[in-house]
């Protein structure tokens, strides 16, 4: 769910409503996070996680930047900070420099489980038994496969019904 809006018409959200929104928010993303991991058979210590919003991480952060600011490792000047206007987000600058890097694809089969009723009225003609049906996909980030829960597939697009004798599957 969306977070709750922090300020009414007009007027300006404090500094401190606007922490205890982001705190909440982070913790909410902790929590689905780690139950996905826990899910997924991540091991760690689930009861004493790295958070870097913990007083503890930040106070040694403060130590260390003030260490390279007494060095004079640190100085004020200018940086564009590159603004993602779909996502509302700062970009890292590693989201932004493509180096010469060639990703792997891949072309995997998935299983359909639950084919929608439109889909089986077609495939009962062509003698073909929904359960031997699987979804052609191609990705560029094979690296996120472990992580599918689903496929999504667009309600007005049309997609192709292929026999392959190879295997038999559909």
């Known amino acids: 769910p969306p977070p709750p809006p922090l300020q009414a018409a007009g007027a300006e959200p404090s500094a401190l409503a606007v922490r205890k929104l982001a705190r909440a928010f982070a913790e909410d993303a902790i929590a689905t996070q780690r139950t996905a991991f826990v899910r997924w058979g991540v091991l760690a210590d689930w009861e004493n996680p790295y958070l870097t919003m913990r007083p503890e991480y930040e106070v040694q952060q403060l130590r260390v930047f003030y260490d390279m600011f007494r060095q004079g490792l640190i100085f ?3 940086k564009p900070v590159h603004w ?6 700062a970009l890292a600058e590693a989201e932004l420099e493509y180096h010469d890097h060639t990703s792997p694809s891949v072309h995997v089969c998935f299983p ?3 084919p929608s009723p439109a889909l089986q009225h077609k495939l009962v003609p062509a003698g073909v038994h929904p359960a031997d049906v699987s979804v052609l996909v191609w990705t560029t980030t094979p690296w996120t496969l ?3 829960q689903a496929i999504a597939v667009h309600p007005t697009l049309e997609y192709c019904l292929v026999l392959n004798n190879n295997n038999n599957n559909s």
């Open 84 to 89: 993602s206007p779909s996502s509302c987000t």
């Open 76 to 78: 004020r000047g200018e």
């Open 112 to 114: 359909l489980h639950c």
């Open 146 to 148: 472990p992580a599918n």
